[in-house]
């Protein structure tokens, strides 16, 4: 999930830039100069594509470094990977607000670089030095502990890894785009050509990195297995740097979720005012805006009282040029009407939250059931439980794959008529999905567990390949849920927030993380008591009852697909044209002109 998420927000952020003002194409060595192209770009394909394979090649097997090398209990190893993993979505939004406001994405880019390699430079020296990591364990459960010193280090590593991703996830694609004039036909080819190839040297980075080096990292040497992508991400840097006379620098222009601060601010201070009949504050398009199709919406009765925000209370809260004198006393109908529109994704947001709880086991849960499991492959090849997944990824391109060059086709020519699934529909079918996931993950666990008591073993004669169902599940998920959520919030957003978009979608993973963390602690502190067998917690799973701890994801699993049916899927909405107010415009010489009026969007918002 991680790998789609960071792609998704990376291209749906570029949106909003894709047609600048001819003064933000600006190099800050050369002046103004046209588009960079494909000189500019093949330097930033090739930093992406070493910086990829530099950190997925560590984010695949961080489970299993932490549980054979620190000697951590599978409770806490859990803990550190899921909330890392929320802490790296939470620090992307961080770093697309300070790319947007102050640095500019050159700059963003670079100090998340530096960040990165800091980070795993420092992991891969907690495994070169044995004294940073405790000594091996060979008598389970009774293992050397590690001390708080040898933990902080390893933690510093991982907080300059998230650090990083803040800077290089939100930032990279879309400083590609920028290297193009997209209001040119050729431009514009030229920039879907490069989503074409950024993403195969994507996929590419991708599939060394889960087969070749987390196989060194398992079978060869964690010391060789981390120098590995550390030296990718140095020469990544290398290659950014040595373009950096060939690029188009964009100012930043400022970010959109300072403005829904101001709004929520406004509205607080004038509580007490009413709307209705009070002129609101509509200025006219800006030059901005007119650059991006479908930019402007007009007024929709909902959360109303956030209108409160653009009531012009007095007239010398105008400036003789018409603009607000302070921006956080009064706002335009457009800032309020971003909120509204962020306001309204939140009930699908939640049902994204839950489906992504669900793919998170796989990554953490799935990988230790199958370090216990039977891996061999002949005599002297032993699959590393890194691979797995990788069939969650197969299983997600394989069902795209069918989708759109088997399933569409041939409907299409059997009915004539447009056969693509809706996304209510496909939402559906991604949380019972998610839900089929954990069935499946339990009965398996079961028979994994119950296998490996029975011969008194602590790797369970099973093979592992009673496992892939789960693992291909969880991918099928994704495909239906994720995907289909993540298009919701694209289409429902405005092209000027589109950024937004991204940055709520990457949130909910983030949250995801966190709330599947909290979970999990919830679920051991209540099962610890009496003396019973607890379900989650120590090294060895088969002394734990992990398919009951599946069974309660099941169980949320549940509980979101009816959520969904009886609440969220009402704001599932299409694009047809719905009853809006019509907005007045503010008498100055900022006012909307008749023309401008036109150009509004309907998103649907309205009917809820």
Excluded at 256 to 279: H, N, Q, W
Aim: aromatic share 10%.
């Amino acid at each position: 999930m991680e790998n789609v998420s960071t792609n998704s927000h990376c291209a749906l952020e570029l949106e909003h830039e894709q047609n600048p003002a001819p003064s933000s194409s600006s190099s800050p060595a050369s002046g103004r100069r046209e588009a960079g192209g494909w000189r500019s770009v093949k330097y930033i394909i090739g930093n992406e594509s070493f910086e990829k394979l530099a950190s997925m090649s560590l984010i695949s097997n961080l489970t299993v470094y932490l549980l054979t090398n620190y000697n951590l209990s599978a409770i806490f190893v859990v803990n550190v990977v899921q909330i890392w993993n929320g802490s790296s979505n939470i620090t992307s939004i961080i770093g697309a607000f300070i790319s947007d406001t102050y640095l500019g994405r050159f700059r963003t880019l670079l100090c998340g670089s530096i960040a990165s390699l800091l980070g795993i430079l420092t992991i891969t020296l907690t495994a070169g030095i044995h004294r940073l990591r405790p000594q091996p364990c060979k008598d389970r459960p009774y293992c050397e502990r590690p001390e708080g010193w040898q933990l902080a280090i390893l933690f510093t590593g991982l907080a300059l890894l998230s650090i990083g991703a803040g800077g290089i996830r939100p930032c990279n694609i879309a400083f590609g785009a920028d290297q193009f004039d997209t209001k040119t036909e050729k431009g514009r080819g030229q920039l879907e050509s490069f989503f074409n190839w950024w993403y195969f040297t994507f996929t590419i980075a991708l599939v060394i990195a889960l087969t070749g080096v987390v196989y060194v990292q398992t079978n060869l040497s964690w010391t060789l297995g981390f120098a590995i992508p550390t030296l990718c991400l140095a020469f990544s840097i290398t290659i950014f740097l040595l373009g950096r006379h060939t690029y188009i620098y964009k100012k930043p222009q400022g970010s959109i979720f300072s403005d829904m601060g101001k709004v929520i601010v406004a509205a607080y201070r004038k509580r007490k005012l009413e709307p209705s009949g009070r002129t609101l504050y509509n200025p006219s398009t800006t030059t901005e805006e007119l650059t991006l199709e479908n930019s402007r919406i007009v007024q929709t009765d909902r959360f109303i009282c956030l209108d409160k925000a653009a009531i012009i209370a007095d007239p010398s809260e105008l400036n003789d040029q018409g603009m607000p004198r302070n921006a956080w006393r009064l706002c335009s109908l457009q800032q309020v009407e971003h909120l509204k529109c962020l306001i309204g994704i939140l009930p699908a947001w939640v049902t994204g939250i839950c489906c992504f709880i669900v793919m998170d086991q796989q990554n953490t849960f799935g990988v230790l059931q199958v370090m216990q499991t039977k891996r061999s492959l002949g005599p002297h090849f032993k699959i590393p439980a890194g691979w797995m997944n990788l069939i969650s990824m197969i299983a997600l391109s394989l069902w795209i794959y069918i989708y759109e060059c088997v399933y569409i086709p041939l409907v299409r020519r059997i009915t004539k008529k447009a056969p693509r699934l809706s996304m209510k529909q496909r939402i559906r079918i991604g949380i019972l999905l998610s839900i089929l996931c954990m069935l499946v993950a339990a009965i398996v666990e079961k028979k994994r567990r119950d296998s490996a008591l029975k011969h008194a073993l602590f790797i369970s004669p099973m093979s592992f390949a009673l496992l892939l169902p789960q693992f291909a599940l969880s991918g099928l998920n994704e495909a239906f849920a994720a995907v289909a959520i993540m298009e919701f919030f694209t289409l429902q957003m405005p092209e000027s927030m589109r950024t937004v978009a991204g940055a709520v979608f990457f949130l909910s993973l983030s949250i995801a993380n966190y709330v599947g963390s909290f979970i999990v602690n919830i679920v051991h502190k209540a099962t610890s008591q009496g003396g019973k067998t607890p379900w989650l917690g120590g090294h060895d799973l088969n002394q734990n009852r992990l398919d009951y701890y599946y069974y309660v994801i099941a169980a949320v699993g549940g509980l979101n697909f009816v959520y969904f049916n009886f609440y969220a899927s009402r704001f599932i909405t299409s694009s047809k044209e719905t009853r809006r107010k019509e907005v007045q415009p503010v008498h100055s010489s900022a006012a909307a002109k008749p023309q401008d009026e036109e150009r509004v969007l309907d998103n649907g918002h309205n009917r809820h």
